[in-house]
């Protein structure tokens, strides 16, 4: 895992997905690598998501999974996925988007969702989200593109979280520098960034031999150098 202020992957723009790379052997290796990491790290029935970036993969590639229970409330991501693959793959793990692109249906509506990160871990912040957004990707199993899906809460507020670190803006990056705009002008409230060492997101026994793990606890946690 890449951790945010110790690794330059999460503090830059991903590169585009380009066709000849989706459907490579080195893009497979690399997906899988993302969904292995993925179900490692999270937790047992946490709808949660990895980018490309927090491997040290320079790809706009997001894997999230695919869980039932959010299907069954209707989620409109899950179901654009689904529609897309033979009914024989309905109950694959997981999903990959590739060059996702959000564009905002309205600015006066916005929810705020407390956010952690695998890159992050022992923080959150309460972040401000867009209800309403269209989304714009690219199945990486069948690559088809899907346009301007409309999204409602169920998903808007969870992908976008996403898409923000794939531009290089961790939670640290919104908490002290974030591009919310609120009915026409930019948002006008403070996002505290808090510590909190009882979340265990983004933390494993692992971590306790990984001198990177160690590095960010000391230089971003303890120290504050942001």
Known sequence: MRYARIHSSLAKPCSEVT?????????????EAMRKKLFKASHLNERKAITAN???????????????HY?????????????????EYHNKDSFVLINPVIKVRNT?????????????????????RYSWITLSFTCGDTG???EDLELDRLDGVFIQQ??????????????????MIFKGEPYPYEIK???????RHGYRLNNLVSPNFW?????VWMLRRY
């Not at 996403?162 to 591009?179: A, C, F, K, M």
């Not at 960034?193 to 009882?198: D, I």
Request: with cysteine; aromatic share 10%.
């Open 19 to 31: 066709s000849d790379y989706l459907g490579s052997e080195q893009y497979q290796a690399d997906v």
């Open 54 to 68: 927090q491997l040290g993969i320079d790809k706009q590639m997001i894997v999230m999974p695919n869980m039932p």
């Open 71 to 87: 299907r069954d409330h209707n989620s409109k991501l899950t179901q654009a996925f689904l529609g897309l693959e033979d009914e």
């Open 108 to 128: 006066h509506f916005y929810e705020e969702n407390l956010e952690s990160c695998f890159s992050c871990p022992w923080f959150q912040i309460e972040m401000p």
């Open 144 to 146: 088809e593109r899907v």
């Open 162 to 179: 996403y898409v923000d670190l794939l531009h290089g803006r961790t939670i640290i990056d919104n908490s002290i520098d974030n591009e």
């Open 193 to 199: 960034l808090v510590s909190s060492v009882t979340s």
């Open 215 to 219: 590095a960010f606890v000391l230089k």
